[in-house]
């Protein structure tokens, strides 16, 4: 637990203060939307959320995961701590607690995220009762999605000196994230784009009808093609750049 | 003799240059070695490997008696502080946050922070932030760190780099007392040869990643030839006369230079030009500084 604990203490509220503007954003946007919902909106509003959800973590969770990954790596960088830390701890007890550090508080931002959702919808008169299954598939897919872009972006600020690089690779990777959300739905191209992988996890699909120009929602399965390729992705992402952690000279 | 750190043809290869060349370290236990070299001699290098940083090529380590290996690695370096190139910390966190990381990754009491930062004279900059400090305090703070749980081996690269003249005398001083009131053995690179001849009682000297000498200082310093200086009323018929008696010496500066020669040997010599008649003025002893010693030794002007 000590370096775990001593990671935390290194961080102060670094990442907190990375995600607590975030969620503000992103729970300020959904509670715009739902302000004074029609009586279509009170029926499927927590159906309509989880598309509104998708397209926001898409849009701001692959940079926050960029300043996230650069924050961790860049103090051990700036400071020349490797070679004070790899007489004391193993290298890859430092690699892993950075790793769970970010994975907590991606944890937390996820929870913190769907509940005050949930409150909301109660704030706004949602009558549509919860449906916590499509949160769950939502969220947990947008938590592993976060957690693989996280370690991409460790690699990234591991290998390139100047922090501002990973920070681009993330803003360009959150616009190719949201133009892969135009590819069809189980689209082979769409596997290519990691920072799109936020679509997995919606279980509706919004079909506009321009005639009637009425939304409706379209439920569809759970892509198990796209988890499975999601969860071997984070497997993969974390084992070789753990592996390059570990083969890194300090 | 026992030794603390021991390195047996110790080879590190960047490419196909030997950063470090079948180095053989011995450090002797409570001394203050000197690791001498030029930039890019391979003193960092070598410190890396001996503290598992840098994978050697081949050759061993030892550390108080145990050859290092991956897997007891950690379990001997905790007996070791060390302060490689220049100071580690966080410069977000204050002097004693930092101290509190490494304290907790030593598994050292708490209390002993605010001991170490006495002794490096931090105690009243220890709520500072650490980005604030000047670099002669982040160097205290990088020497309280590896102070930190009174640890039997001090490995310490450069530390005084940086430095201002009083920052630079205070390290010194502290360097030195550390042998003495606690016991440890400090293993110093550097490349100030006036600041070891202060500070070491043995020293090494590495070259192109070559040991070119290693020992007591005070034996580094008996390799220094003595020149004797000879002035006399008559240079050019002493020189001639020295010459006849196969004696080597040159011309220089007014000066009769020649290699350095037994007392019997200098009192033949003075007689020898009294009788020619040959007044002689003054008999200058000179000894080599460390700095021409390692000169001498490396074949290249060191940087001071």
């Given at each position: 637990m000590n370096p775990l604990f001593c990671e935390c203490l290194k961080t102060k509220t670094k990442l907190f203060s990375i995600l607590f503007p975030v969620l503000a954003i992103i729970l300020l946007w959904t509670g715009w939307m739902a302000r004074d919902p029609d009586p279509v909106m009170c029926k499927t509003g927590y159906t309509y959320m989880t598309t509104t959800l998708l397209l926001l973590n898409s849009i701001f969770?692959?940079?926050?995961?960029?300043?996230?990954?650069?924050?961790?790596?860049?103090?051990?960088?700036?400071?020349?701590?490797?070679?004070?830390?790899?007489?004391?701890?193993?290298?890859?007890?430092?690699f892993t607690c950075k790793l769970l550090l970010a994975a907590s508080?991606?944890?937390?931002?996820?929870?913190?995220?769907t509940v005050l959702l949930f409150e909301i919808g109660q704030w706004a008169g949602f009558t549509e009762s919860f449906p916590a299954g499509d949160y769950f598939r939502l969220q947990g897919t947008g938590f592993a999605t976060c957690l693989l872009l996280f370690i991409l972006q460790m690699f990234f600020s591991l290998r390139l000196e100047n922090q501002l690089y990973p920070l681009f690779i993330g803003l360009i990777g959150s616009f190719l994230g949201l133009f892969s959300m135009f590819l069809p739905n189980g689209s082979f191209f769409l596997y290519f784009c990691p920072w799109g992988y936020f679509t997995l996890g919606g279980s509706h699909l919004m079909v506009y009808e321009e005639a009637t120009r009425q939304m409706t929602f379209l439920r569809i399965p759970f892509n198990r093609m796209g988890g499975i390729i999601l969860l071997a992705a984070l497997i993969t992402a974390g084992c070789a750049v753990h592996h390059y952690f570990l083969r890194k000279e300090v | 003799m026992q030794y603390a750190i021991e390195t047996s043809a110790l080879t590190k290869r960047y490419g196909k240059a030997n950063?470090?060349?079948?180095?053989?370290?011995?450090?002797?236990?409570?001394?203050?070695?000197?690791?001498?070299?030029?930039?890019?001699?391979?003193?960092?290098?070598?410190?890396?490997?001996?503290?598992?940083?840098?994978?050697?090529?081949?050759?061993?380590?030892?550390?108080?008696?145990?050859?290092?290996?991956?897997?007891?690695?950690?379990?001997?370096?905790?007996?070791?502080?060390?302060?490689?190139?220049?100071?580690?910390?966080?410069?977000?966190?204050?002097?004693?946050?930092?101290?509190?990381?490494?304290?907790?990754?030593?598994?050292?009491?708490?209390?002993?922070?605010?001991?170490?930062?006495?002794?490096?004279?931090?105690?009243?900059?220890?709520?500072?932030?650490?980005?604030?400090?000047?670099?002669?305090?982040?160097?205290?703070?990088?020497?309280?760190?590896?102070?930190l749980g009174h640890p039997k081996i001090l490995l310490l690269d450069e530390p005084t780099n940086g430095l201002d003249p009083a920052g630079i005398q205070e390290m010194r001083e502290l360097i030195r007392s550390l042998p003495s009131k606690y016991g440890m053995t400090v293993l110093v690179s550097s490349h100030l040869l006036s600041e070891m001849d202060q500070m070491a009682d043995y020293a090494g000297i590495i070259h192109h990643g070559n040991m070119i000498f290693q020992g007591e200082l005070e034996t580094l310093h008996m390799h220094s030839r003595h020149q004797l200086l000879i002035r006399t009323q008559d240079n050019v018929n002493a020189l001639q006369l020295l010459q006849e008696r196969k004696i080597p010496c040159k011309n220089k500066g007014g000066s009769l230079v020649l290699a350095g020669l037994s007392d019997?040997?200098?009192?033949?010599?003075?007689?020898?030009?009294?009788?020619?008649?040959?007044?002689?003025?003054?008999?200058?002893?000179?000894?080599?500084?460390?700095?021409?010693?390692?000169?001498?030794?490396?074949?290249?002007?060191?940087s001071l």
């Amino acid at each position: 637990m000590n370096p775990l604990f001593c990671e935390c203490l290194k961080t102060k509220t670094k990442l907190f203060s990375i995600l607590f503007p975030v969620l503000a954003i992103i729970l300020l946007w959904t509670g715009w939307m739902a302000r004074d919902p029609d009586p279509v909106m009170c029926k499927t509003g927590y159906t309509y959320m989880t598309t509104t959800l998708l397209l926001l973590n898409s849009i701001f969770l692959p940079v926050t995961a960029a300043v996230m990954a650069s924050r961790l790596m860049d103090m051990e960088n700036k400071g020349n701590t490797y070679k004070l830390l790899c007489t004391l701890q193993e290298k890859s007890t430092l690699f892993t607690c950075k790793l769970l550090l970010a994975a907590s508080h991606l944890l937390v931002f996820f929870a913190a995220e769907t509940v005050l959702l949930f409150e909301i919808g109660q704030w706004a008169g949602f009558t549509e009762s919860f449906p916590a299954g499509d949160y769950f598939r939502l969220q947990g897919t947008g938590f592993a999605t976060c957690l693989l872009l996280f370690i991409l972006q460790m690699f990234f600020s591991l290998r390139l000196e100047n922090q501002l690089y990973p920070l681009f690779i993330g803003l360009i990777g959150s616009f190719l994230g949201l133009f892969s959300m135009f590819l069809p739905n189980g689209s082979f191209f769409l596997y290519f784009c990691p920072w799109g992988y936020f679509t997995l996890g919606g279980s509706h699909l919004m079909v506009y009808e321009e005639a009637t120009r009425q939304m409706t929602f379209l439920r569809i399965p759970f892509n198990r093609m796209g988890g499975i390729i999601l969860l071997a992705a984070l497997i993969t992402a974390g084992c070789a750049v753990h592996h390059y952690f570990l083969r890194k000279e300090v | 003799m026992q030794y603390a750190i021991e390195t047996s043809a110790l080879t590190k290869r960047y490419g196909k240059a030997n950063a470090v060349d079948n180095l053989c370290l011995k450090v002797p236990e409570g001394s203050i070695y000197g690791f001498l070299g030029p930039n890019g001699a391979g003193k960092s290098t070598t410190m890396k490997m001996i503290l598992g940083l840098v994978k050697p090529d081949s050759g061993s380590v030892k550390v108080l008696g145990k050859t290092i290996s991956p897997k007891n690695r950690l379990e001997i370096l905790k007996q070791t502080g060390s302060l490689i190139e220049s100071p580690s910390y966080y410069g977000h966190l204050t002097g004693r946050e930092n101290m509190q990381i490494i304290a907790m990754l030593k598994k050292v009491p708490e209390k002993e922070i605010a001991q170490t930062l006495q002794i490096v004279r931090l105690e009243s900059q220890q709520h500072k932030k650490v980005s604030h400090y000047s670099l002669g305090m982040k160097q205290r703070l990088g020497l309280a760190c590896a102070m930190l749980g009174h640890p039997k081996i001090l490995l310490l690269d450069e530390p005084t780099n940086g430095l201002d003249p009083a920052g630079i005398q205070e390290m010194r001083e502290l360097i030195r007392s550390l042998p003495s009131k606690y016991g440890m053995t400090v293993l110093v690179s550097s490349h100030l040869l006036s600041e070891m001849d202060q500070m070491a009682d043995y020293a090494g000297i590495i070259h192109h990643g070559n040991m070119i000498f290693q020992g007591e200082l005070e034996t580094l310093h008996m390799h220094s030839r003595h020149q004797l200086l000879i002035r006399t009323q008559d240079n050019v018929n002493a020189l001639q006369l020295l010459q006849e008696r196969k004696i080597p010496c040159k011309n220089k500066g007014g000066s009769l230079v020649l290699a350095g020669l037994s007392d019997e040997r200098t009192a033949l010599l003075v007689s020898a030009l009294v009788e020619a008649g040959i007044g002689v003025l003054r008999i200058e002893e000179q000894q080599m500084t460390l700095e021409e010693i390692f000169l001498n030794l490396t074949g290249k002007q060191v940087s001071l």
